[in-house]
């Protein structure tokens, strides 16, 4: 598994969920060495039109099945914003494989264990302003109150 990533000032949560995601998968099966290029995604998904003003994972999910994968991070680095596409699915070497499909989970803690048990899960929750503040513990506050929602 890659280390934890920073999204810097890119609302770009969805992304690094979905490519953790598919990296975690793609070490499963035999490959933990590389990381794959969120940046790749971020740039080139017509899916994810909305780049650092947010998405889904599905985004992920749906786009890199077009291009064959992902390429590495080593080719196609993150800067935290949103550029012109450079990856070329003729010419860059892909990394990591894109996944064959996925399923949404019911929002049911069994459905969530059962999902945990079968592989990786990828998840967006709404967040409490409280969360942004968060020293240490428990987090009581729940609910959306206006806090956005994070991946």
Known sequence: MAPAKNQMGCGSCWLFGGMAAVDWLDGKVGDFNSTLSEQQVLDCSPK?????????PTDVFNYLPTVGGATSE??????????NCSFDNRTSTTAGGPPSGYVRVP????????????????????????????????LTECGDSGGGGHC
Do not use: M, W
């Not at 994810?48 to 889904?56: E, H, L, R, V, Y």
């Not at 080593?74 to 550029?83: A, F, M, S």
């Not at 059962?114 to 428990?138: E, K, M, N």
């Open 48 to 56: 994810a039109p909305n780049g650092c003003n947010g998405g889904f």
């Open 74 to 83: 080593r080719e196609y680095p993150y800067v935290g914003k949103t550029q």
């Open 107 to 138: 929002k049911r803690s069994r459905d969530l264990v059962a999902a945990l048990q079968q592989g990786v899960v990828s998840f967006c929750t709404a967040i409490h302003r409280g969360f942004c503040s968060y020293p240490s513990g428990i």
